[in-house]
């Protein structure tokens, strides 16, 4: 019984520092990931560019020349949400696990729907991102949950790369939903990324606002531009967190 006492603590031991050591990687690797972007924005900038599809702005031609699927930034204050925002039309989840480089990454970089469209524009820019456990990514958009942290920071920034695409958006609701069966009649948010009917956006307004942990007192008109970021809530039952938000 003793040695079968030793192997026990033997095999034990060794699942005990293998986890370890797998969740140490798993931290420092988002820590490390999220850095790396931060540090794009250090890059100086540079004279605007002119391309087929508009004029680029100068602080983000030296971050689009590293990498043309470049579409955008988000920034949230009182968080660290302050990334880039790719888009990839021709493959819609591109960068779910793939970092700024096109290299493995199981954070992956902000994205937006192939839906969503800056040049028309549509109504309504969908940005995804993952929710981290090691506090990276689109983790602290939860903390919109809380209508304190809510009334601190009502203000979200994202600026297209091209000229005149800055803007500031005020948050219009922030609530829970999932992800439903193809066939269900609950209202889905995530399907609202491409609209540019007036009937679409009072319906996704309408839906967002019955969802909202609280009330913002804030209803969009429809011309309006609206941005919705969204996250998984990792409760295994297909969670989805949201927030709204309009320009202003």
Aim: negative net charge; glycine residues 10%; hydrophobic residues 35%.
């Amino acid at each position: 019984m003793g040695l079968v006492r030793k192997i026990i603590f033997v095999v034990c031991l060794i699942v005990f520092v293998g986890s370890a050591a797998i969740l140490a990687e798993y931290y420092y690797s988002g820590y490390k990931e999220m850095n790396s972007l931060l540090d794009l924005k250090k890059m100086g900038a540079l004279e605007d560019f002119e391309t087929d599809r508009g004029t680029i702005s100068g602080k983000y031609v030296p971050i689009w020349k590293k990498n043309n699927d470049l579409i955008g930034w988000i920034k949230i204050e009182g968080t660290h949400i302050d990334f880039p925002v790719m888009q990839t039309p021709e493959k819609p989840e591109y960068y779910l696990r793939r970092d700024f480089n096109r290299g493995h990454s199981t954070g992956g970089v902000p994205f937006l729907d192939a839906s969503s469209d800056i040049f028309l524009p549509t109504s309504n820019f969908m940005i995804y991102g993952h929710n981290m456990k090691n506090g990276s990514m689109f983790h602290d958009l939860l903390k919109y949950k809380d209508e304190d942290f809510y009334r601190e920071h009502e203000s979200i920034s994202f600026d297209t790369i091209y000229k005149g695409g800055q803007g500031t958006y005020k948050v219009v609701a922030a609530g829970y939903s999932k992800v439903y069966s193809r066939g269900s009649d609950e209202f889905k948010y995530y399907e609202y990324a491409g609209m540019t009917e007036k009937t679409d956006y009072e319906k996704f307004v309408r839906g967002i606002k019955a969802l909202s942990c609280y009330d913002t007192g804030v209803i969009p008109e429809y011309g309006e531009q609206l941005i919705t970021l969204s996250t998984c809530t990792n409760d295994g039952k297909d969670g989805r967190f949201f927030v709204a938000a309009v320009k202003q």
